[in-house]
């Protein structure tokens, strides 16, 4: 039985994250300073939450950008997997993935990983488009990437 494994990583720009991981893969980030958590985990530092944290500081310390290697990359939507391909500091549309624009931020908004895939590089040709669970969030990581100065 794999135990789901949970590290709160403090400080960064978006405030504390919750991660967790089953062991194999990581399955879920939690902005605490926006989402209330619900469910039941085992405080541990896995080396997959290790490598998860180590990635966090590393993205929001501009050091270097990468495709997390504790994905479960057969599990994603298309959609969510066009969006690893999005370089730091870039964006796409949500036009640029489909016709239909509420559809892509539909499956955008149900990413469980964010920044680890990050939707958030998937904007609106009308503003910078919504983000689950918090526009703030998105704006700040959009900022922290210069892909928008507000």
Not at 27 to 39: A, G, I, S, T
Not at 40 to 63: G, P, R, T, V
Not at 67 to 78: G, R, T, V
Request: aromatic fraction near 16%.
């Amino acid at each position: 039985m794999n135990f789901i494994r949970g590290k709160v990583v403090y400080n960064l720009a978006v405030g504390d994250v919750l991660i967790l991981s089953d062991g194999i893969f990581l399955k879920k980030l939690v902005f605490l300073n926006y989402e209330k958590v619900n469910f039941h985990y085992i405080e541990n530092d896995c080396q997959i939450l290790k490598k998860a944290e180590e990635f966090l500081i590393n993205y929001f310390e501009k050091k270097i950008w990468y495709q997390f290697e504790f994905i479960d990359y057969n599990s994603l939507n298309p959609i969510l997997k066009k969006t690893l391909k999005i370089p730091f500091g870039k964006f796409l549309y949500y036009s640029d993935f489909s016709k239909f624009p509420r559809y892509v931020g539909k499956i955008l908004s149900l990413n469980v990983i964010p920044i680890f895939v990050p939707c958030h590089r998937v904007i609106s040709k009308s503003g910078i488009g919504g983000y689950t669970p918090s526009i703030e969030i998105k704006k700040i990581l959009l900022k922290h990437e210069s892909i928008i100065s507000f």
